[in-house]
């Protein structure tokens, strides 16, 4: 017979939210303070929605690949000579 297909997860605990970016439980309570994640409550217990995590790293990876890429690409100055 058919087994149910498992449905991807939606919601993320702090702690899986910190393994999947790599950061530590201060790190996401700031970016969550400064309003770059959102942390969703259910009684007591917090989460961070897939969606919200995937929207994040979307916006990291469009500043590194859009507005580093100047940076990256200028070549430095000449100094001028010592006196």
Same mark, same amino acid.
Do not use: W
């Given at each position: 017979?058919?087994?149910?297909?498992?449905?991807?997860?939606?919601?993320?605990? !702090?702690?899986?939210?910190? +393994?999947? =970016? /790599?950061?530590?439980?201060?790190?996401?309570? &700031?970016?969550?303070?400064? $309003?770059?994640?959102?942390?969703?409550?259910?009684?007591?217990?917090?989460?961070?929605?897939?969606?919200? !995590?995937?929207?994040?790293? +979307?916006? =990291? /990876?469009?500043?590194?690949?859009?507005?580093? &890429?100047?940076?990256?690409? $200028?070549?430095?100055?000449?100094?001028?000579?010592?006196?």
């Amino acid at each position: 017979m058919h087994e149910p297909q498992a449905t991807p997860r939606q919601l993320l605990s !702090i702690q899986e939210a910190c +393994q999947v =970016l /790599s950061i530590g439980r201060t790190m996401l309570y &700031s970016l969550a303070k400064k $309003r770059e994640l959102r942390i969703l409550k259910i009684g007591r217990r917090s989460f961070l929605a897939v969606n919200e !995590i995937e929207k994040f790293v +979307q916006t =990291l /990876s469009g500043f590194a690949s859009d507005d580093r &890429s100047d940076f990256v690409n $200028r070549r430095p100055t000449a100094k001028p000579p010592l006196p």
